[in-house]
Nanobody, 127 residues
Framework: QVQLVESGGGLVQAGDSLRLSCAAS????????MGWFRQEPNKEREFVAA????????FYADSVKGRFTISRDNAKNTVYLRMNSLKAEDTAVYYC????????????????????WGKGTLVTVSS
């Protein structure tokens, strides 16, 4: 089992930046591919970004490419999502996710999600 706890959400204005954090426990963090997803009210959860176990590979949704950066610190068992140039349409609950294993398959994460999920943190961007 993997436990994931997100933090860093809040209310910001359009154009601002925010950094989300996700602390993981329960399994060896360096064996996990990590990702961020988001869900707006009355919409399905959607993929945002993913990072491989060693940080060597990243993958982003087109909607956030160039504005968001995913990173990880394996010494701290933490993954981050730096969000710049925030827009009102970025308003959502952001979920941290993890998948155990050494393979890197971002297309699968995008389509099917990942194995483990946090409870989410709300990001509200006012225009």
């Amino acid at each position: 089992q993997v436990q994931l706890v997100e933090s860093g959400g809040g209310l910001v204005q359009a154009g601002d930046s925010l950094r989300l954090s996700c602390a993981a426990s329960g399994r060896t963090f360096s064996h996990l591919a990590m990702g961020w997803f988001r869900q707006e009210p009355n919409k399905e959860r959607e993929f945002v970004a993913a990072i491989s176990w060693n940080g060597g590979n990243t993958f982003y949704a087109d909607s956030v490419k160039g504005r968001f950066t995913i990173s990880r610190d394996n010494a701290k068992n933490t993954v981050y999502l730096r969000m710049n140039s925030l827009k009102a349409e970025d308003t959502a609950v952001y979920y941290c996710a993890a998948e155990y294993g050494s393979s890197w398959n971002p297309e699968a994460y995008y389509t099917y999600g990942m194995d483990y999920w946090g409870k989410g943190t709300l990001v509200t961007v006012s225009s």
